[in-house]
């Protein structure tokens, strides 16, 4: 029995969120009610607040959502990552990016980034920062293999070159959901010529891997 309330739970809270995503796309955030997505979802609104206490709770749990598929898929490929780093690193936060529209517009994107900037001390900031970090933390998780291999330089903190890397992106991210005229193909551009860049200074010098080489 607890296991099919469990499963019951979570297919209202997929409904809900589809439901929201949806409307949210078609009508702006501001426009639209819990009433409108109870009834999209068809369910009672106080079913949906049973599960959210505002449409701000909703768009977190989309965001969340849109996180949780990403970092899935990002495990299989942190666990055996192939094309060293520059093939590597585009596979990773290029899925990042193309699943990135999947259940968000920019425009929720944007009202997203508003709230957690606006309002730092609410569970809503504090969770979009977590999100946030766990996917620098599978970043780091990427380049902490890619050193294991011989792939990257060995002497670089790889927990350190996480933060930056994905501080890097997310810029690129932000300013991509800015601009309702960029594409995905734009932005995929874009990645490629930083990572190519990120390549040259993190790569080993063959100077470098001789001394390695030669260490006890």
């Given at each position: 029995?607890?296991?099919?309330?469990?499963?019951?739970?979570?297919?209202?809270?997929?409904?809900i969120l589809?439901?929201?995503?949806?409307?949210?796309?078609?009508?702006g955030?501001?426009?639209v009610?819990?009433?409108d997505?109870?009834?999209?979802?068809?369910?009672s609104?106080?079913?949906?607040?049973?599960?959210?206490?505002?449409?701000?709770?909703?768009?977190?749990?989309?965001?969340?959502?849109e996180?949780?598929e990403v970092?899935?898929?990002?495990?299989t490929?942190?666990?055996?990552?192939?094309?060293?780093?520059?093939?590597?690193?585009?596979?990773?936060?290029?899925?990042?990016?193309?699943h990135?529209?999947?259940?968000?517009?920019?425009?929720?994107?944007?009202?997203?980034?508003?709230?957690?900037?606006?309002?730092?001390?609410t569970?809503?900031s504090?969770?979009y920062?977590?999100l946030?970090?766990?996917?620098?933390?599978?970043?780091?998780a990427?380049?902490s293999?890619?050193?294991?291999?011989g792939?990257?330089?060995?002497?670089?903190e790889?927990?350190?070159?996480?933060?930056?890397?994905?501080?890097d992106?997310?810029?690129?991210?932000?300013?991509?959901?800015?601009?309702?005229?960029?594409?995905?193909?734009?932005?995929?551009?874009?990645?490629?010529?930083?990572?190519?860049?990120?390549?040259?200074?993190?790569?080993p010098?063959?100077?470098?891997?001789?001394?390695e080489?030669?260490?006890?």
């Open positions: 029995m607890t296991g099919l309330r469990a499963q019951n739970k979570a297919d209202r809270t997929r409904r589809e439901s929201a995503s949806r409307l949210f796309r078609e009508s955030f501001d426009s009610r819990i009433e997505i109870a009834m999209d979802a068809q369910m609104p106080g079913t949906v607040y049973n599960y959210f206490s505002t449409k701000g709770d909703v768009l977190l749990a989309i965001v969340a959502m996180v949780e970092l899935v898929a990002g495990e490929l942190v666990a055996d990552p192939q094309g060293g780093f520059d093939g590597a690193m585009t596979k990773l936060i290029g899925g990042y990016y193309d990135s529209l999947k259940y968000l517009s920019k425009a929720m994107w944007r009202t997203a980034m508003a709230q957690s900037i606006a309002h730092p001390e569970a809503f504090r969770h920062t977590e946030d970090q766990r996917l620098t933390d599978q970043i780091s990427l380049i293999k890619l050193q294991s291999r792939d990257l330089r060995a002497d670089l790889a927990n350190v070159l996480g933060v930056i890397i994905f501080n992106i997310n810029m690129m991210f932000v300013e991509f959901v800015k601009n309702e005229n960029a594409s995905l193909k734009t932005l995929r551009r874009d990645l490629k010529a930083h990572l190519q860049q990120f390549s040259m200074l993190l790569h010098s063959p100077d470098t891997c001789a001394t080489r030669e260490s006890p």
